[in-house]
């Protein structure tokens, strides 16, 4: 027990401090993990020992990474993407399992060729997956594609572990029996493992489709979330477990069930209760990948590790450079495209070790060839990094744009653009009013993010004259623009004066320039964004330091009278002259001090007689 906490808080430790630097130096948690992993592993400080024995516990956090990518999947879509899904991704495992044979065949025997490049055309999904959520690329066309090739070689590891067997050249190093925990299901005639397999998936189904909202519902209602997480951790497991019986891929499984629960009310709450196991599986899962590097074979065989790491990233780019552009990918999104999956992926380690046990391949050939995938997997996020600096420039994700959605705006009489912080709460008091607007924002995260709130938003540039149509436009009564960018603001106002000039705008602007800049477009309907709360916020604190509600309300009502009467005067001296311009702030501010120290002098008594302090604002 000692030993396991020991090895438990060494691996924690070295999480905690290597990710934080690598972050801090714009290397991304990946290789924060990786690096970590070498300096703790047997070649670094040798704090820890059975790297294997980690490493099949921790190839669980891939496990319940994908059953949380099958959560975002609702199977409608899965259904749209089945055509990137299958030939994307097909297209890419069959040229690159050719192409690495081909090449492996100058060396090896025509068998152990063909289970090489088999098991070296997969990617990591682990890093993969996780470097796209950190750039915020998953959403975008590249990222949907790299999903989707990612996707097709989960599922292309079924018939994998079906082949390798046949390809055996070597003796068996075990009797060729390969039970599970429950029963051996070599021993069955093949008829019945193919019955047994379609059961088991079948299973899945069926309980995530009929018993698992249930099920859920009934945890759900003893208020105890320590069973909730008890049970999505429990249902993680099972089906691993089933999938596992019966020779399948535990992750198709557990990616069969997140599809199965996409459309289920309790998805967040499975997410949210899953999502720290994740992390904390897949990050040790990298830290083991980087301690498993054996410097010692690699620093004996220098050369030909290094070829080989080599060679598998650049065949494999260049198989997904003619994949990419087979199917038309931009060529800045298929250079996006080739790099994320020119790599070795998890799964590697798993099929080499298949293949030592099922006498495929022999050890002086797979040990090689796990250092050049381990290689490989550290290179993608430097590789990453490289094509953000190089390719995609300064800006890196920000330049691959995530497609605008297809609007489907009806009969609505309001565009509301921009749904930031202001924008959210105005859109929330226009439908509870009555008033549906079709909102658009720019900021793909918070597009998703307000998605899962119930809102109905729309991602696209609204300053695209297209998506200006496709949201109604036309028949339209008013445009309210919250945009915090305000130069994006202004543009957007310009094309709708040009083109709509019949839609009636109303602005947000962030500070008195940005009102300014609205105001040199004819815009008359400005509110600054921070204004209201101000002064509601000094009415309230008003009343905290003693002063009657009712005048508290009063001054709030003539200081909000007085500076909007003073606007178009300080519009028009700030064009003309800055120093009269501060001259004129100044004294105005001197004028409204005294306006409001003479209205605290009135009398105001019977006024006051009238007041309900309860309802200072009616």
């Given at each position: ?19 934080p ?8 948690s ?39 990518v ?58 993969v997956?996780?470097?796209?959520r ?30 390798l ?14 039970g599970?925990i429950?029963?051996d ?37 003893t ?30 499984g557990?990616?069969l ?31 083991s ?9 690699i ?17 494999k ?27 070795g ?9 298949f293949s ?60 509301l ?21 079709v ?25 695209r004259?297209?998506?200006l ?21 202004s ?12 839609l009636?705008?109303a ?6 320039s ?25 009415q309230?604190?008003?009343k ?70 309860k309802?200072?604002?009616?």
């Amino acid at each position: 027990m000692e030993h396991f906490l020991l090895q438990l808080f060494i691996f924690l430790a070295a999480a905690a401090i290597a990710v934080p630097i690598a972050k801090k130096l714009g290397l991304g948690s990946v290789l924060g993990y990786l690096i970590a992993g070498i300096i703790i592993g047997p070649f670094g400080l040798s704090l820890i020992a059975d790297i294997e024995e980690v490493m099949h516990f921790t190839e669980f956090g891939v496990v319940m990474m994908l059953f949380l990518v099958g959560l975002e999947l609702k199977p409608s879509l899965l259904w749209q993407m089945r055509t990137p899904i299958v030939g994307m991704g097909g297209l890419q495992v069959a040229l690159s399992s050719v192409l690495i044979s081909g090449f492996s065949l100058l060396y090896l025997p025509w068998q152990q060729a063909v289970a090489v490049g088999i098991i070296l055309s997969l990617s990591s999904t682990a890093i993969v997956l996780q470097t796209l959520r950190e750039k915020g690329l998953m959403n975008t066309s590249p990222g949907r594609s790299i999903f989707s090739v990612l996707l097709f070689q989960d599922l292309a590891v079924i018939p994998m572990l079906a082949v390798l067997p046949l390809l055996a050249t070597i003796a068996m190093l075990d009797d060729g029996h390969h039970g599970s925990i429950f029963f051996d299901i070599s021993s069955l005639p093949g008829y019945l493992r193919i019955l047994v397999t379609l059961l088991a998936i079948s299973s899945i189904f069926l309980l995530g489709k009929f018993a698992g909202r249930p099920m859920f519902r009934t945890i759900a209602a003893t208020r105890v979330r320590e069973i909730f997480v008890a049970a999505a951790l429990a249902l993680v497991v099972g089906i691993s477990l089933l999938m596992t019986a019966v020779g399948l891929s535990p992750a198709l499984g557990t990616f069969l069930a997140g599809v199965v629960l996409a459309d289920s009310e309790y998805r967040h709450e499975l997410e949210s209760d899953i999502e720290p196991f994740k992390g904390l599986l897949l990050g040790i899962f990298f830290i083991s990948i980087g301690a498993s590097l054996n410097f010692t074979l690699i620093g004996e065989e220098i050369l030909l590790i290094a070829g080989l790491s080599i060679a598998l990233i650049g065949l494999k780019w260049l198989v997904l450079v003619v994949t990419g552009f087979l199917f038309k990918m931009a060529k800045k999104e298929r250079s996006l495209f080739a790099i994320a999956l020119a790599q070795g992926g998890e799964f590697a380690f798993v099929l080499f070790q298949f293949s030592r046990t099922n006498g495929v391949l022999p050890a002086q050939t797979i040990e090689p060839l796990i250092s050049a995938v381990a290689i490989s997997m550290f290179l993608a996020p430097l590789l990453f990094l490289a094509h953000d600096k190089f390719i995609a420039g300064p800006h890196g994700a920000e330049d691959v744009q995530r497609e605008a959605d297809t609007i489907d705006h009806g009969e609505h009489r309001v565009i509301l653009a921009g749904f930031g912080r202001l924008g959210t709460d105005l859109g929330r008091f226009l439908i509870s009013a009555g008033i549906k607007p079709v909102i658009l924002d720019h900021d793909a995260a918070n597009v998703d993010i307000l998605r899962k709130f119930g809102f109905e938003v729309y991602y696209g540039d609204i300053t695209r004259l297209d998506l200006l149509e496709a949201a109604g436009a036309d028949e339209a009564e008013l445009l309210i623009v919250t945009i915090g960018d305000k130069d994006k603001a202004s543009e957007l106002v310009e094309l709708v004066q040009k083109h709509y000039p019949h839609l009636k705008i109303a602005a947000n602007a962030a500070d008195r320039s940005a009102a300014y800049q609205l105001m040199d477009l004819g815009i008359t309907v400005i509110r600054r964004e921070t204004f209201g709360s101000a002064l509601s916020l000094g009415q309230e604190s008003l009343k905290l330091l003693g002063v009657d509600p009712y005048e508290a309300y009063r001054l709030k009502r003539i200081f909000r009278k007085k500076d909007e009467e003073m606007m178009p005067e300080l519009y028009r001296m700030h064009r003309e002259d800055e120093d009269q311009y501060i001259s004129m702030y100044q004294k105005h501010n001197i004028d409204l001090e005294e306006l409001m120290r003479l209205d605290q002098n009135a009398d105001t008594e019977e006024l006051d007689k009238a007041w309900t302090a309860k309802n200072p604002e009616m």
